[in-house]
């Protein structure tokens, strides 16, 4: 496996998850909570890290199940 094409696609992915999160931030602006905007943020960041680092490794495996 190759664990540097995994960890970069884990770290897109979480820049993305942490786009995604502070967008929904913005959104949710008029919530009480006044650190719901850093709650948003992490949660994507570690949401996009854990999908795109879970998907690279199922295309690995696949791969390398494939050649063999």
Do not use: W
């Amino acid at each position: 496996m190759n664990i540097n094409l995994i960890v970069f696609s884990g770290l897109v992915s979480c820049t993305v998850g942490l786009m995604v999160g502070i967008g929904l931030a913005e959104i949710n602006r008029g919530d009480s909570n006044p650190q719901a905007a850093s709650h948003y943020a992490a949660i994507g960041a570690v949401a996009g890290l854990a999908i795109g680092a879970g998907q690279e490794i199922l295309r690995e495996l696949k791969q390398q199940e494939d050649t063999d």
